[in-house]
């Protein structure tokens, strides 16, 4: 079983920059995939970027990419996500999750963070 505890959502103004984080623990190992998903009010939720945690391959959703980075670092077994240029689009309730490579789905979530950006 893999914990996920999100940290690091708050406010920002419409072109700041907010840097979220994602720690992992328990069975670390099983860790194939990594990301993240936001859930807007009245929305429902949306990919927004992942990491294959073997390559740190990554990828985007159109609507963050050349604004969002993802990235991991290993002896951490944390991720992270750089979210530059924020618009007020972006304001949601951000969801760190992850694929193990058993079953290969997203069935690990953390509790999420709340992201809002201000105009």
């Known amino acids: 079983q893999v914990h996920l505890v999100e940290s690091g959502g708050g406010l920002a103004q419409a072109g700041g920059s907010l840097r979220l984080s994602c720690a992992a623990s328990?069975?670390?190992?099983?860790?194939?995939?990594t990301g993240w998903f936001r859930q807007a009010p009245g929305k429902e939720r949306e990919f927004a970027a992942s990491?294959?945690?073997?390559?740190?391959?990554?990828y985007y959703a159109d609507s963050v990419k050349g604004r969002f980075t993802i990235s991991r670092d290993i002896a951490k077994n944390t991720a992270y996500l750089q979210m530059t240029s924020l618009k007020p689009e972006d304001t949601a309730v951000y969801y760190c999750?992850?694929?193990?490579?058993?079953?290969?789905?997203?069935?690990?979530w953390g509790q999420g963070t709340q992201v809002t950006v201000s105009s």
């Open positions: 990491i294959i945690w073997s390559t740190g391959s990554t």
């Open positions: 999750a992850a694929v193990n490579n058993v079953n290969m789905r997203w069935d690990t």
């Open positions: 328990g069975r670390t190992g099983s860790l194939y995939r």
